[in-house]
């Protein structure tokens, strides 16, 4: 029902597009989430829109280099990623839930597969 694709490897300092397809019952009335998974590490919250396009947040790490969005027409959130960095690379997933905003993947009810993001220094 959340399918993420768009990633791929890339120099530091270049930039990457992710896009999250949604079936419509989760795209309408629902928070959407980017969160990310590095090797050997924790999953952790990258960014979150709300349905009517606010209730935005972002890591502090991503802010000012990342941005997220969401298309209506086409059921889809964006996740427009400049200016990457080496400790950018992990496997990113998209996230929907009901309710409020929230920035803890615990939260979530419905996950993407992931896509790999690579940043070579």
């Known amino acids: 029902q959340l399918q993420a694709f768009g990633g791929g490897l890339v120099q530091a300092g270049g930039s990457l597009r992710l896009s999250c397809a949604a079936s419509?019952?989760?795209?309408?009335?629902?928070?959407m989430g980017w969160f990310r998974q590095a090797p050997g590490k924790e999953r952790e919250f990258v960014a979150v829109i709300g349905w009517s396009g606010g209730g935005l947040s972002y890591a502090d790490s991503v802010k000012g280099r990342f941005t997220i969005s969401r298309d209506y027409a086409k059921n889809a959130v964006y996740l427009q990623m400049n200016n990457l960095k080496p400790e950018d690379t992990a496997v990113y997933f998209c996230?929907?839930?009901?309710?409020?905003?929230?920035?803890?993947?615990?939260?979530?009810?419905?996950w993407g597969q992931g896509t790999q993001v690579t940043v070579s220094s």
């Open positions: 419509g019952r989760i795209f309408t009335n629902h928070f």
């Open positions: 996230a929907a839930r009901r309710g409020i905003r929230s920035t803890n993947g615990a939260a979530y009810d419905y």
